[in-house]
């Protein structure tokens, strides 16, 4: 798969978090880095029933480290935008648990990469901090890989409208 890498600068970085406005971006290489997507933002380019949770993706990102996009775009592959769920408000495929609502799934599972996946120390530590690494323990196939990666950028276009 060819990487596609929307990163920034640490410059950039620096003036985001100094009150100054920055375009939403992924990095699927490291995705701790902040999307800096707005739940507006992300409202307007989710789809289904994803669209009322985008202040959930935007609140994980912001308490866990863990990119707002690609935890959607996860989210998205793995129930169908928030339409099909093999467990109770599972809308991330996360093994056989059921939450009390979709909005405690996408923290507990926001944690759950952030300490497991995405921790040079935790337990699935796959040797990076890109959506690849993710894939070694949490799938295995090149296809969710594939897919999830096209999500994210499919919901970045449609926030930085440059996409459908």
């Given at each position: 798969m060819t990487s596609h890498v929307y990163a920034a600068t640490k410059t950039v970085f620096k003036s985001?978090?100094?009150g100054q406005s920055c375009p939403s971006k992924i990095d699927l290489?490291?995705?701790r880095e902040p999307s800096f997507a707005s739940p507006d933002e992300l409202e307007r380019a989710l789809r289904y029933d994803l669209i009322e949770l985008a202040p959930a993706f935007v609140e994980a990102e912001k308490k866990y480290s863990v990119n707002a996009i690609c935890l959607a775009a996860i989210a998205a592959f793995e129930s169908g935008w928030g339409r099909y769920q093999f467990e109770d408000n599972n809308i991330l495929g996360f093994g056989s648990k059921d939450f009390d609502d979709?909005?405690?799934c996408i923290m507990y599972v926001a944690r759950f990469l952030a300490e497991n996946y995405l921790?040079?120390?935790g337990q699935y530590f796959g040797g990076g901090y890109g959506l690849e690494h993710i894939n070694?323990?949490?799938n295995g196939g090149q296809h969710w890989l594939k897919e999830v990666s096209e999500i994210a950028f499919d919901i970045l276009e449609r926030i930085n409208g440059t996409g459908v």
């Open positions: 985001c978090f100094q290489s490291d995705i979709e909005e405690e921790s040079e120390d070694i323990r949490w």
